[in-house]
């Protein structure tokens, strides 16, 4: 979720006073180097009647699209604070799921591998690349969320490993871009699978 800007607006209680609060995006990951999605919304209050349990002020969020990738039926959450190191007040929202419909991507990276692309060639590496709209989990109890890659007729798949660090076209800054889809659960395990042309990750 990438949001460019946020505005944000009070609606005070019968016969009171809710000034116009102000709005600002940050990003949950922010590094010299590397700046993140902004996906957090840092809302500061103004001048107010205090909120008791019979003045309840109703504060409106505009400015808000949907993330580009989608993203699975989920809630919002809010902290409240009267301080930066305060305690912190959090809720989330009720009422219907935010849903938009996740966009997934895969492709084959042009920019690295494909030595060997030619008829009568084996052992070919291709390097392939997941943008996926929504995380992904898989419960305990369940069989598993899987991805698969399905090759061309005439070829098969034989094995599958993460990149390497140094490899063209990988992104190295910042915590996202790494490559990797091999870590599970904590420990180093093979979840790939091979049947022909088609090599299937599981969670």
Request: contains cysteine; glycine residues 10%; aromatic residues 8%.
């Amino acid at each position: 979720w990438d949001v460019p800007s946020c505005l944000v607006s009070c609606t005070p209680a019968a016969d009171q006073v809710c000034a116009s609060p102000t709005c600002a995006t940050e990003s949950v990951v922010s590094l010299s180097s590397f700046r993140g999605h902004s996906n957090v919304l840092r809302v500061v209050l103004g001048e107010m009647t205090n909120i008791t349990d019979s003045v309840q002020h109703t504060f409106a969020l505009r400015r808000l699209r949907g993330p580009s990738g989608g993203t699975f039926p989920t809630r919002l959450a809010a902290e409240l604070r009267e301080t930066e190191a305060g305690r912190v007040s959090y809720v989330e929202s009720s009422g219907s799921f935010i849903f938009v419909v996740p966009r997934h991507v895969g492709s084959i990276v042009a920019a690295a591998g494909n030595q060997l692309p030619f008829r009568g060639d084996t052992g070919n590496v291709l390097y392939v690349r997941f943008q996926l709209g929504a995380s992904l989990s898989a419960s305990p109890v369940s069989e598993g969320v899987r991805l698969q890659v399905q090759l061309p007729p005439g070829y098969t798949c034989r094995y599958a490993e993460p990149v390497v660090p140094s490899t063209p076209g990988l992104r190295t800054e910042g915590p996202q871009g790494r490559g990797d889809l091999w870590w599970r659960r904590g420990i180093w395990a093979d979840p790939w699978t091979f049947s022909g042309g088609v090599c299937t990750y599981t969670l």
